[in-house]
């Protein structure tokens, strides 16, 4: 379970403050499980850990084995946003770090750029394997993971013929509408769908993340299991739940104490993903009408040696949220040496992972005496099962922030911007006129 520990904040908050977010958040608490705020037509996250049938992990599992009995070692997935940063944080907190699994399907992520040399050097890659592609967007239209699929699939009808191919691409998108399941319908794709109910930052718990984690040899049952023992907590109101605080204390600090900033910190590398998928999540549904606090992330103790600086000593618009792991999988002792010219002799017999908690505590310390609120959320170890329970304490605790806030969690007008631009300056039929407008500005 997730646990909280709010002393890091102590020095900086009024209880009397605290009391009244800690309220403020029970209120919000009261919309999300009535389902009567904004965006309440997108609650189907809610109840997915619970809710899930045992028949969809059973058809991921099924692609995964009907892949490898053609030998498939390669998945390319497809998407972007929502679509991809959950299923790319799981795989990347699971898996061995230098090692690719032999028993599992390689899983390499494509579309989330639009960069021609990462595609380039991608298909380098796909080249020399046996792929499949999973191509994943709720819409059927984004641009990013639209023209990777274009690439992808060319390749595979060309290698494999369009029978061939069709066998090794699955699509990830809407039940029944979108330029992606039109496509499916027609080339006889396996679907699976992305519930109408679930904005894409809200979907790691269902296909889209589901599918890829099975196809990289991790156990979604453990995480669905996880996700649902973190539920089963979060839905007790009160004030000692950690959601309910999670989210009164970052909106008290981003209110009372005017810190625009929340970094998300950890002290492990298999988290850098973690960052990026919690800012999409709180990026997206909290920066909207001119407020929401800046979600940043980084990793210690590697960015103490970059963005250590600003944090302790930088503009004073910081605060941090360390997510800590209470155990290591793995042991490394420190040896001793006869010379000790590196003077490490004092660290002699001790775990990397002691060095690394002291670090936290001294990093703890040093940055609450420079000004930088500390709010402390833990895990036991890194697995499946915490996974499944840190996504879903986030995007339960997204919920009731957003709404203390006073913004729809759940809906991303902001993200449209750039694409009527992007779609002008390509000059995509329908966008001629805002080309003349743009042509002018630039
Ligand atoms: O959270 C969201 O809704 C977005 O980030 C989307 O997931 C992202 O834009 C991809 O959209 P789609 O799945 O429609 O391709």
């Given at each position: 379970m997730i646990k909280i520990n709010l002393a890091g904040c102590g020095s900086f908050v009024k209880e009397s403050d605290y009391k009244n977010y800690l309220s403020k958040a029970l209120d919000a608490f009261d919309v999300l499980d009535a389902e009567?705020?904004?965006?309440?037509?997108?609650?189907?996250?809610?109840?997915?850990?619970?809710?899930?049938?045992?028949?969809?992990?059973?058809?991921?599992?099924?692609?995964?084995?009907?892949?490898?009995?053609?030998?498939?070692?390669?998945?390319?997935?497809?998407?972007?946003?929502?679509?991809?940063?959950?299923?790319?944080?799981?795989?990347?907190?699971?898996?061995?770090?230098?090692?690719?699994?032999?028993?599992?399907?390689?899983?390499?992520?494509?579309?989330?750029?639009?960069?021609?040399?990462?595609?380039?050097?991608?298909?380098?890659?796909?080249?020399?394997?046996?792929?499949?592609?999973?191509?994943?967007?709720?819409?059927?239209?984004?641009?990013?993971?639209?023209?990777?699929?274009?690439?992808?699939?060319?390749?595979?009808?060309?290698?494999?013929?369009?029978?061939?191919?069709?066998?090794?691409?699955?699509?990830?998108?809407?039940?029944?509408?979108?330029?992606?399941?039109?496509?499916?319908?027609?080339?006889?794709?396996?679907?699976?769908?992305?519930?109408?109910?679930?904005?894409?930052?809200?979907?790691?718990?269902?296909?889209?993340?589901?599918?890829?984690?099975?196809?990289?040899?991790?156990?979604?049952?453990?995480?669905?299991?996880?996700?649902?023992?973190?539920?089963?907590?979060?839905?007790?109101?009160?004030?000692g739940n950690a959601a309910v605080q999670y989210a009164a204390m970052r909106n008290l600090i981003y209110s009372k104490l005017g810190k625009k900033v929340e970094v998300l910190v950890s002290y492990n590398p298999k988290f850098q993903y973690l960052g990026e998928w919690w800012k999409q999540l709180y990026g997206e549904s909290e920066g909207k009408d001119g407020k929401g606090i800046f979600p940043a992330s980084v990793n210690f103790t590697t960015d103490l040696h970059s963005m250590g600086q600003f944090i302790q000593d930088g503009d004073r618009t910081v605060f941090e949220t360390v997510v800590g792991v209470e155990k290591a999988h793995r042991s490394v002792v420190i040896g001793s040496d006869d010379q000790n010219l590196d003077q490490l002799n004092y660290l002699s017999g001790q775990h990397v992972e002691h060095c690394n908690a002291m670090a936290a505590l001294g990093t703890k310390l040093a940055h609450i005496d420079g000004g930088v609120p500390q709010i402390d959320l833990s895990v036991e170890s890194i697995d499946e099962y915490n996974l499944g329970a840190l996504f879903y304490f986030f995007e339960f605790a997204c919920g009731i922030s957003a709404y203390i806030l006073g913004v729809n969690p759940f809906n991303q007008p902001g993200v449209e911007a750039y694409k009527k631009n992007m779609f002008a300056l390509l000059r995509k039929p329908g966008y001629e006129a805002q080309t003349e407008e743009i042509l002018k500005r630039i």
């Open positions: 009567s705020g904004a965006g309440n037509d997108f609650l189907g996250w809610k109840t997915l850990p619970v809710d899930t049938p045992e028949s969809l992990i059973k058809d991921c599992e099924a692609v995964r084995d009907d892949w490898k009995s053609q030998g498939v070692d390669l998945a390319v997935v497809i998407g972007i946003g929502g679509s991809y940063l959950g299923a790319r944080c799981a795989i990347e907190a699971l898996s061995h770090q230098f090692v690719p699994r032999k028993d599992a399907i390689r899983v390499v992520f494509a579309g989330n750029n639009l960069s021609e040399d990462y595609l380039a050097e991608l298909m380098d890659l796909v080249y020399q394997k046996n792929a499949a592609c999973v191509v994943i967007s709720k819409s059927g239209t984004t641009t990013e993971p639209a023209v990777a699929f274009r690439v992808v699939k060319a390749y595979l009808e060309q290698r494999y013929g369009k029978k061939g191919a069709a066998s090794r691409i699955v699509a990830i998108t809407d039940a029944h509408k979108g330029a992606l399941k039109t496509l499916s319908t027609q080339e006889g794709y396996r679907t699976f769908v992305v519930p109408d109910n679930v904005g894409g930052r809200f979907s790691v718990l269902t296909p889209v993340g589901l599918l890829p984690i099975v196809l990289a040899g991790f156990d979604v049952r453990a995480m669905l299991k996880g996700a649902a023992d973190e539920r089963a907590e979060l839905i007790k109101k009160g004030e």
